[in-house]
């Protein structure tokens, strides 16, 4: 059984930056994509960014376009999301997911499409 676990999470000054991984354990894992997804209090899960595990094509939404990364290390079965620039209004709970479906065509952008979650980790941005 694959488990995906989430880790960097903290509180840092709006402007500031933090990196958050997640890595999946478990038997030979290789996902059609990765993404992130975050929550905020009283707030739907909405997507951040993603990638496709093999050829590495990302997508983010436009909210964290040029300041948020995507990235991920097909050897060591991670993903990660670099965030500069944090605002306030990133704070949330992020989570990582997999997408393990190889009939897909795209990137998938919504939550339901995902397969499998990590259990999220907190970034909280100061004003």
């Known amino acids: 059984q694959v488990q995906l676990v989430e880790s960097g999470g903290g509180l840092v000054q709006a402007g500031g930056s933090l990196s958050l991984s997640c890595a999946a354990s478990?038997?030979?894992?290789?996902?059609?994509?990765m993404g992130w997804f975050r929550q905020a209090p009283g707030k739907e899960r909405e997507f951040v960014a993603a990638?496709?595990?093999?050829?590495?094509?990302?997508y983010s939404t436009d909210s964290v376009k040029g300041r948020f990364t995507i990235s991920r290390d097909n050897a060591k079965s991670t993903v990660d999301l670099r965030m500069n620039s944090l605002k306030p209004e990133d704070t949330a709970v992020y989570y990582c997911?997999?997408?393990?479906?190889?009939?897909?065509?795209?990137?998938?952008?919504?939550?339901?499409?995902?397969?499998?979650w990590g259990q999220g980790t907190q970034v909280t941005v100061s004003s």
């Open positions: 478990g038997r030979t894992f290789r996902p059609y994509a």
């Open positions: 990638i496709r595990w093999s050829g590495g094509t990302t």
């Open positions: 997911a997999a997408e393990l479906n190889w009939s897909q065509s795209v990137i998938p952008k919504t939550a339901r499409s995902y397969d499998l």
